[in-house]
């Protein structure tokens, strides 16, 4: 029996304007034209004969039939596109294309990566570090570490570890005028922020501190940027488990206090579920697990 399809060259314009709820940012994404887009979802729409998004002055929105059709059909994709990296895949000098958070990489991963080239020297890997969801269709992405909740539906998400959140300061700020010895001590000295949700706030108030301003500081968008900061001793910094660790390990960093507070989000590995096929998604998969179960991971 002949499969009813849709217009295929429509689906990823589709694809996108739903993940985005945008025709603009499904456009950039595309490189294509807002107009290319919203003729795409239209044509798409006249063929099924519903109505796949609301649209507003300034904004669209999926109806009630386009939500569902919108997650099946990025599984779909996601799915060809997993088997067609799969069946092209070299199992020589292949490149595998790894994502994650610059934090991750630049405090856990890059550190360790030679080990995984011992192993498997006929892989190339290429790092990309953003903070954003990654589009394994769009972006050409093998494999992802991903920190939250692990709900990722329509792939293979895996925990990988948890974590804690606790200050973190060069052991500088140990001696001097103001010893940091106890959290109120905190007063004499800059908070540096990263953007985590587990914020100064929420720290502070957790160890029962009060009269220091848990806003005021110095701010970064990226993680590893905050702990460098920390290192030189421009201040304290909340620091999550795996990007501290080596940094504490090597004295560069120390704790002051021992309070410390459970993160609500982990870190996954996260993949398509075809993707696992591939030799080489499988090798760094194992590889993850490996590092962090060995005693110097």
């Known amino acids: 029996m002949a499969r009813k399809l849709p217009p295929l060259n429509t689906l990823p314009s589709f694809e996108a304007a739903a993940r985005h709820l945008s025709f603009s940012r ?15 979802i239209k044509h798409l729409e006249d063929q099924l004969g519903i109505l796949l998004f609301e649209r507003a002055t300034r904004s669209v ?32 000098n292949a490149t595998l294309n790894v994502s994650t958070s610059d934090g991750f990489a630049g405090k856990w991963l890059v550190p360790r990566l030679y080990r995984f080239h011992r192993a498997h020297g006929d892989i190339d890997v290429r790092v990309s570090t953003t903070g954003r969801l990654t589009n394994f269709l769009g972006d050409s992405i093998d494999i992802a570490i991903r920190y939250g909740g692990g709900d990722y539906p329509g792939f293979t998400s895996e925990f990988l570890t948890g974590e804690e959140v606790f200050p973190v300061c060069s052991p500088r700020l140990l001696e001097g005028t103001h010893p940091l010895r106890e959290p109120q001590d905190l ?6 922020h990263d953007g985590y949700p587990i914020d100064w706030a ?26 460098e900061s920390a290192v030189q001793g421009e201040g304290v910094v909340l620091g999550r488990t795996m990007l501290v660790a080596a940094d504490l390990a090597t004295g560069r960093l120390v704790r002051p206090f ?11 590995v996260v993949y398509p579920p ?3 096929r591939q030799r080489k998604v499988r090798a760094f998969r194992d590889w993850l697990f490996s590092e962090l179960a060995s005693p110097q991971g």
């Open 26 to 40: 499904a456009a950039e994404e595309l490189n294509v034209t807002h107009g290319a887009v919203s003729r795409a």
């Open 61 to 92: 929105r999926l109806t009630t039939v386009g939500e569902p059709y919108a997650r099946a059909v990025r599984e779909a994709l996601d799915r060809v596109a997993a088997a067609t990296a799969s069946a092209t895949a070299r199992h020589s």
């Open 187 to 192: 007063r004499h000295y800059t908070l540096i």
């Open 202 to 227: 929420a720290w502070l108030a957790s160890a029962g501190v009060e009269g220091v301003d848990p806003h005021g500081g110095i701010t970064f968008d990226s993680a590893t940027f905050a702990v």
């Open 258 to 268: 021992s309070h410390a507070l459970k993160s609500f989000s982990s870190f996954y």
């Open 274 to 276: 075809e993707a696992i």
